[in-house]
T-cell receptor, first 114, second 108 residues
């Protein structure tokens, strides 16, 4: 069964460092998403991406964040200068070409900022 | 102000009980998603619905667009149903709003 894969599963970084989280969405999906979940809190939307550009982003997704699809398969989330409050689980998801179809989630990347 | 409200926040049930989780939303949505988050943290999509009712095994999801309300029902609950159930609603621009989740524990 096709699945969304994320790497790394866990990353520990120092405050101020750049972090790149990687996702490989399901191959025929065209809509891609990043979400985050701070420990003990609800899932929060960060950004949606379609046709090689951001279609929606939340207030959380400020200038420190960027996304790209560098090679047609990977979908990356970059945090330019990490802060303590960026510590969270980051989930990537993709959905089918209709865009409002079922979401398929990766297992998540846990980011710990020290 | 939460665009998506879920209730209850926590629910404990005896095995075999019928369970209902509710979700109300205030945003204009294109569809509503019910998600299950396992104790290990992984998230699985259960349903995506824009009208009426869907059924998958012991799970049933309904939505009333006029009342901006959706329910997730679990019939004959089982301990393996223990998880956090999350309601999520994308607006027409595909920005998602999430409920806080309902933590379900089914006791044998």
């Amino acid at each position: 069964e096709p699945e969304v894969t994320q790497t790394p599963s866990h990353q520990v970084t120092q405050m101020g460092q750049e972090v790149i989280l990687r996702c490989v969405p399901i191959s025929n999906h065209l809509y891609f998403y990043w979400y985050r979940q701070i420990l003990g809190q609800k899932v929060e939307f960060l950004v949606s991406f379609y046709n090689n550009e951001i279609s929606e982003k939340s207030e959380i997704f400020d200038d420190q964040f960027s996304v790209e699809r560098p090679d047609g398969s990977n979908f990356t989330l970059k945090i330019r200068s990490t802060k303590l409050e960026d510590s969270a689980m980051y989930f990537c998801a993709s959905s089918d070409p209709t865009g409002y179809g079922e979401l398929f989630f990766g297992e998540g990347s846990r980011l710990t900022v020290l | 102000k939460n665009e998506v409200e879920q209730s209850p926040q926590n629910l404990t049930a005896q095995e075999g009980e019928f369970i209902t989780i509710n979700c109300s939303y205030s945003v204009g949505i294109s569809a509503l998603h019910w998600l299950q988050q396992h104790p290990g943290g992984g998230i699985v999509s259960l349903f995506m619905l824009s009208s009426g009712k869907k059924k998958h095994g012991r799970l049933i999801a309904t939505i009333n667009i006029q009342e901006k309300h959706s329910s997730l029902h679990i019939t004959a609950s089982h301990p393996r149903d223990s998880a956090v159930y999350i309601c999520a609603a994308p607006n027409t621009g595909n920005q998602f709003y999430f409920g806080t989740g309902t933590s379900l524990t089914v006791i044998p």
